[in-house]
Every structure is written in structure tokens, then in C-alpha cells.
């Protein structure tokens, strides 16, 4: 065993050859054995029991289907294209959603490339999920030239792991806080590689009240906005901490009402709230007040929810976000989003909005940042661009013929 790996818990396969790992496999992207491959981990992640207590991993699951693959490829892989996979992925993923290591697996599989994958410290079934599905692959001949494309491993920083792994990959992705990539970055890469981040962002929701009055189903709309808060505790950088309300003064108020009433009743059925949660949530608030003058906490009836009213949109809001239920809100109209869009935000997440109204918006605003707009509800959707990038095109390579 290399002595950099002294410390690696291999959690697929146990034991591995990182000499030959991988040698020489450049596979173009979207091959037929990918899609098989991926297909049957679908299937096996369906067969566990243990899958229906974790709805990101059926979503995950669901995502892996033949059908849904092939719908990718012919959106990200025209006929006429000509491309091979780089070879060695190495992802650094989080721990803030436990499944976004399965998506970078697959986002390193339907590109071409041998994967190596490390998943944080901190532990979910989730991933003993997905990991058992793909030993449960490799015992299929079907699928174990496959399976040996993929190593997915767990180590602690004081770890050389990250070192030898950079030194032996095409591409590293990260994903983390800006301080991780930061550290990660003084990591020397071959020459011929190269980094791809995902950093620290954030998002926020814009509802139009003036239709949201007339919604017939508002506790499927509360529902859907709890997965995309809620359901990783608003760790994710998809998940919204600034809400924007649009329309009327009465029809703002009255929205205002059916929405948060609505979204109580789900989180308090279906969310388990830590104490602690209480006790960030109180510094948060005294920390925005020190820093916003004339902001207001809106009476709710428990520490599920905290609602912290704005009297202006300062450029910085994005600074004062907490975990488990905080959202800070303001009535404006889109254009005044332009003064607070920077880099740092990653997705708008709407409600009441026709798509052309949201392609003009961008249009004519050109904003700094947000890279996905959404419908609430869908903002835990993985999708193979990320960030403004095509993963795609980004783990492959062209190769032109002239």
C-alpha cells in the first residue's frame, strides 16, 4: 500500500491498485456501457429498503434511469460531436448534502473518465447506501470492467491522501467553503490538469403575490419550498435565505399570511428542530440588527421559522443567512434584485413569474450572478450544468478532425 493511503478508508472497492487504476481509459461520453452501468445502479438503489426512508436517494436513484440518461445525452451529446474523457476525475465533495458525491460520480461517469471520489468524514446512510449498490454492481460480470472505474474513499486532513490523489489526476473537482478550495488549491496539480470549484453560494425567492393570492394548492407550494430549505437545513447553496416579495401592499400582506402559515404547518409534521438551532438563530438575528437599522422580527408562534423583515435591500444581505428556517424578507420589484446580485449568488428561485418575464429580466438587467432559475421546489435538482458550467463539455475533451 502506498504510504500516502496508510490512513484511506476504502469504501469501494476495499482494497485497490492505484497503479493500474484506470491506465489508458478514455471513454467517449454517454457510452452505451455508462448508461447500462448507471441504469443498474438505479436499479439497485430501487431494491434496497432502506432507499424509501431517503428521498434524495430515490431522486438520485430516478436520475440514474436509462430514459432520463438519454435525454441528457441528447442534450449534452449531439451525434456530430467527437469527444473522450480526460481520465482521471478526482472529486473532494461536501458533507453539507450527502448525496452531491453520487451526482459528481456520475457527472465524472456519463463524461468518460476514471473516478475517484473521497465523501466527507462525517457519516450517512445515504452514502453506505449508494456505496453498497455499487458493490453490489461489481459482483455483476456485467458490470465489473465498469466498477473498476470507480474508487469513492474517506480520510481526515491530516491526510497526505489529497496530495498523492492531485498528484495522479486530469481534473480535480472541489466542492466547499472558499476557505476549503482555497487550502485545497496550494496543492500542486500535474501539469496538464486542472481545478474545477464549487464554492460558497447562496440563493434567494421571489414570489409574485399578486397571483400567489389565488393559489389553490398553497400547502403543495409550502411543501415544495420546504425541499428546497429545509430538507438539507438550508446548507446547500441552492437553498434560499432571502425572500422578495412582489405586488400590492394588500396582496403582499395577505400572501405573506397563507405562505408562512402553510410552511409551518409542513415543517412542524415533518421537521426534527435542534435546540441549538434556537440559539444561532437568536445570534444571527442580533448580528444583523447591529449592522441593518430598522429590521424586525415578525412574531411566529415557535423557532421553526424566523422571519426577519427588511425596511431596504442592502448590497450585503447575503452576509446574514443561518441554518434551519431563517429568511430574511423584503417587498420589492425584480429590477432592484440588480443592486444585490453578485457573483455569489447561484440561484433564483421563483413563484407566479411566466418564463419570458424571467429571460427579460436577465436580458435586460445582465445581472452579476445567478446561473439557474427554478421554479420553488426544484432547486435540489442536480443537473449537468452546474454553476454556468457544462460538466460535460468541462470532464471531456474535443478532438477535431480537419
Request: one cysteine or more; charged letters at 20%; glycine letters at 4%.
Amino acid at each position: 500500500m502506498n504510504d500516502n493511503l496508510n490512513n484511506v478508508v476504502f469504501l469501494f472497492p476495499k482494497e485497490l491498485n492505484l497503479e493500474k487504476f484506470g491506465h489508458g481509459l478514455h471513454e467517449e461520453p454517454f457510452s452505451g456501457k455508462a448508461i447500462a452501468y448507471l441504469n443498474a445502479l438505479s436499479l439497485a438503489l430501487s431494491e434496497d429498503p432502506r432507499t424509501k426512508n431517503y428521498p434524495d436517494v430515490a431522486t438520485f436513484a430516478f436520475f440514474c434511469r436509462r430514459a432520463n440518461v438519454i435525454q441528457l445525452k441528447k442534450k449534452y451529446y449531439p451525434e456530430e460531436n467527437l469527444r473522450s474523457g480526460r481520465g482521471i476525475v478526482f472529486h473532494i465533495t461536501p458533507s453539507n448534502v450527502p448525496t452531491t458525491f453520487a451526482y459528481s460520480l456520475v457527472s465524472g461517469i456519463l463524461s468518460g473518465n476514471v473516478n475517484i471520489v473521497r465523501v466527507s468524514t462525517k457519516k450517512f446512510e445515504q452514502v453506505d447506501i449508494v456505496c453498497d449498490a455499487i458493490s453490489k454492481l461489481s459482483q455483476d460480470k456485467q458490470h465489473q470492467d465498469y466498477s473498476s472505474l470507480i474508487a469513492i474513499v474517506r480520510y481526515d486532513q491530516q491526510s497526505n491522501a489529497t496530495a498523492y490523489f492531485s498528484s495522479i489526476c486530469d481534473v480535480r473537482i472541489i466542492w466547499g467553503s472558499d476557505s476549503t478550495i482555497e487550502e485545497i488549491r496550494k496543492i500542486n496539480l500535474p501539469f496538464h490538469a486542472f481545478d474545477l470549484t464549487f464554492g460558497d453560494r447562496c440563493s434567494l425567492c421571489v414570489i409574485n403575490a399578486d397571483l400567489y393570492i389565488n393559489e389553490t394548492s398553497p400547502k403543495k407550494i409550502a411543501s415544495a419550498f420546504y425541499n428546497d430549505t429545509y430538507l438539507f437545513d438550508q446548507n446547500a447553496c441552492t437553498s434560499p435565505h432571502l425572500v422578495i416579495w412582489l405586488g400590492t401592499d394588500e396582496n403582499v400582506k395577505r400572501a405573506k399570511g397563507i405562505f408562512w402559515s402553510n410552511l409551518h404547518e409542513v415543517v412542524t409534521a415533518r421537521y426534527q428542530f435542534q435546540p441549538h438551532l434556537a440559539v444561532d438563530k437568536l445570534t444571527a438575528f442580533y448580528n444583523q440588527a447591529i449592522h441593518m437599522e430598522g429590521i424586525k422580527k415578525t412574531e411566529t408562534p415557535d423557532n421553526l421559522i424566523w422571519r426577519i423583515e427588511l425596511n431596504n435591500l442592502p448590497e450585503d444581505i447575503d452576509q446574514y443567512r443561518c441554518n434551519g428556517g431563517y429568511f430574511s424578507e423584503y417587498t420589492a420589484s425584480l429590477s432592484e434584485l440588480n443592486s444585490i446580485i453578485s457573483d455569489k449568488y447561484q440561484t433564483l428561485v421563483y413563484y407566479g413569474f411566466e418564463k419570458e418575464d424571467l429571460i427579460k429580466f436577465i436580458s435586460q438587467n445582465k445581472p452579476g450572478g445567478i446561473d439557474r432559475i427554478v421554479p420553488i421546489g426544484q432547486t435540489t435538482d442536480f443537473s449537468l450544468t452546474r454553476d454556468g458550467c457544462n460538466l460535460i463539455e468541462t470532464l471531456s475533451r474535443e478532438i477535431s478532425v480537419l
